[in-house]
C-alpha cells in the first residue's frame, strides 16, 4: 500500500500534466483553414500574434504584387492602363493600412476571433465597436499557399518553436512545431459575449475600366463654335474668312458622325493632313484605312487648325459642351479660297 506522500505525489503529477499545454504541429502542407480550430483555442497573446504574422505578410504580397504591376505597365511604355495602375496602388495602400490598424489593435489586447468563411477562406476579427476585419488571401488566388506557408513560418519565430522540424513543401525552408498554451488567460475575450456588427474590409478590387463614351444620337443645333475677333484688321475679309472656316468645320464634324455611327472606328491622334480631290478633302480617321469625304476647301487651306478642331469634334460627338473660337489665319483671309465660295 502506498503511503500517503507517494499519493499526493503521483496527484499532483497527474493535474500537472492535464494543466500543461500541448504543443499545436502545423504544417507547411495545410492550409490556415485546416488550422483554424487550434488557432481558435490558443491564447489571446498568442492569436495577437497571429494577427501580426497574417499583416505583415500580406502586406508584404500587395507590395510585391503591386511593384510587379508597375513593372509591366512601365514595360509597356505610355499606356492607358496607367491610370488603372495608379488607382490599384492607392487601393493597395489604403488596404494595408487597415491592416496595420488591425494588427496595433490585436497588440493592444483587442480580442481577436477566427472564422472560416463559406468560401473556406480565413477571416480575422479583431476588437469591437469598431471591429476591424480581414480575409487571408493573396492577391492572386495561386500565391495562396506560399501566403499562407510564410504566415506560419512567421508565427513560429515570433511565439517559439519546439526543436522537431515539420514536413515542409519542396524548395521551402522546415517548419518548427508552435508550442500554443491553452486559452483562459485574462487578455482572453468573455465567454458568451455578443458579437458587435462588423466593418468588413476586403482587398483592394481591380480597378474597373471606365465606361466607354456614348456617341450621341444627333448633333444638337449649339455647337460652342465660333472665330476669336481679337486684332481684326479688315472685319469684311476676317467675317467671310470666319463664315467659310466655321462652315467647312461643322461639315467635318457631321462627316465624322456619319462615319461613327456606321461603325467605324475613329483615332482621334490620327495625322491631321487632309488629301485633296478637286474641291472634296479626304481625311484618314483610322490606321485601317478608314476615310471621310468632305468639301470643305476653307479649312483644306489652314489645315493646321485641325489639330484644335478634332478634340473639340470628339468632345461634340460624345456629348461634351467644349466650346471652340477658331481664328483664320491671314493667308486664309487674304486668299482667294473665300472669294471663290
Partial sequence: MQNVPTRVLTLCTLLLTAW????????SEQSLVSAAAELKAASAATRAAFVEAAVAELAAAHRAAGRVKSKRVRARGNNPRDNKQAQWNKGAQAYIGRLQSAAAAARAGAPVRLVVDRGRLLRVVVGSQPARQFIVTAPQAKGRPALERAILRRLCAAEGCAHQGLTAARGEPPLKTVRITAPGSASAA?????????????????PAAPPAPRLVNALPASDGLSCSQDGVRHPVLYDNACKALLSDTRALLKALHEAARRGVVIDWRMPARP???GDTFELAVNG?????SVAMPALGAAPELLVTILPWAQARLYGGAQTLALQPPSHLVYSGVVAQR
Fill in 20 to 27: 500543461l499545454p500541448s504543443a499545436l504541429a502545423l504544417s
Fill in 190 to 206: 468573455p465567454a458568451g459575449q455578443p458579437a458587435a456588427p462588423l466593418t468588413v474590409y476586403h482587398p483592394p478590387p481591380k
Fill in 275 to 277: 488629301q485633296t480631290h
Fill in 288 to 292: 485601317q484605312g478608314g476615310k471621310v
